[in-house]
C-alpha cells in the first residue's frame, strides 16, 4: 500500500488542522528547544502526526528530552534530513508520553518509517541500553508562524 493510501485509511489528512498540516508527509522536522539561559539548540528528529499533535522519539540522555523536561515550549519547521529548514515554523507545548500513550506514538512513528522506527531504532535503543521515550507536541495556535 502506497504511504498516500495508507494516510487516506487512517483519516490522518482529514482530522488535522492547517497548523499541522506541513508535517503530515514531512519526513524530517527542526526541533528547537531551550536551554535554561533561554538558548535555542535545534534538532532535527523524525515525526508522525494525528489529528491535532505531532509525535516523536528519543531517549532518556539526550540533551533535547533533558531540556524538554525544563522547559516544554518548542519549535517546530519541516526541515531536511540535516536540519536545513523548508518550511514555516510553529511554536508548540511538549508532553513527554508514558504507558498505552507511548505505545500508540511508537506505533504511529513505525508505520510512518516502518524500516527506521519500526525495527531500527528501537533495536538501537535496547543495544545501548537506552530508555526510549515519545513525545507529544500539541502546536499553539497564536495565528501566526514564528519568524
Do not use: C
Not at 87 to 99: F, K, M, Q, T, V
Amino acid at each position: 500500500m502506497s504511504y498516500a493510501a495508507s494516510l487516506k485509511q487512517h483519516s490522518y489528512e482529514d482530522t488535522s488542522t492547517a497548523i499541522v498540516a506541513p508535517f503530515i508527509k514531512q519526513k524530517t522536522a527542526l526541533l528547537t528547544t531551550y536551554r535554561r539561559s533561554g538558548e535555542p539548540v535545534g534538532t532535527p528528529v523524525n515525526v508522525a502526526v494525528e489529528g491535532d499533535h505531532i509525535f516523536f522519539r528519543t531517549w532518556d540522555t539526550t540533551g533535547k528530552f533533558k531540556r524538554l523536561r525544563n522547559n516544554t515550549m518548542v519549535e517546530l519547521v519541516p526541515s531536511t534530513f540535516r536540519g536545513k529548514p523548508t518550511g514555516l515554523p510553529i511554536r508548540a507545548r511538549g508532553r513527554i508520553l508514558s504507558g498505552t500513550e507511548s505505545e500508540h506514538a511508537a506505533q504511529l512513528l513505525g508505520h510512518k518509517y516502518p524500516i527506521l522506527h519500526g525495527f531500527l531504532i528501537p533495536r538501537l535503543h535496547r543495544l545501548q541500553g537506552n530508555t526510549t521515550v515519545h513525545v507529544e507536541l500539541t502546536p499553539i495556535d497564536d495565528g501566526e508562524h514564528t519568524t
